[in-house]
Nanobody, 117 residues
Framework: QVQVVESGGGSVQPGGSLRLSCGVSKSISEFYRMGWHRQAPGKERESVAS???????DYADSVKGRFTISRDKATNTIYLDMSGMKPEDSAVYYC???????????WGQGTQVTVSS
């Protein structure tokens, strides 16, 4: 059973930057896809960004040009670099790993991100 652990959440002012990290207990090369979702109070969980085994990335329209997903195979970690942050980015951010597209994802515990002046 893979372990998924997020870190790096916190509070930031509008326009600021924050980096989230997600470490997994196995080689990230084993996973078809890894990525980030977020859920704000009273809203459904939504996809933010993902990165495939091939390195192909995908972003929600709301974060394109502001967020960047990346990975470090040496440390089995993926990152979400967030800049130009907006209050609407406030949410609990969840990292996931998925072995293959037909597998259910494994989720981390989530990390809170708050954007407020």
């Amino acid at each position: 059973q893979v372990q998924v652990v997020e870190s790096g959440g916190g509070s930031v002012q509008p326009g600021g930057s924050l980096r989230l990290s997600c470490g997994v207990s196995k080689s990230i090369s084993e996973f078809y896809r890894m990525g980030w979702h977020r859920q704000a109070p009273g809203k459904e969980r939504e996809s933010v960004a993902s990165i495939k085994r091939s390195g192909t990335t995908d972003y929600a329209d709301s974060v394109k040009g502001r967020f960047t997903i990346s990975r470090d195979k040496a440390t089995n970690t993926i990152y979400l670099d967030m800049s130009g942050m907006k209050p609407e980015d406030s949410a609990v951010y969840y990292c996931y790993s998925r072995y293959e597209y037909w597998h259910s994802p494994t989720w981390g515990q989530g990390t809170q991100v708050t954007v407020s002046s």
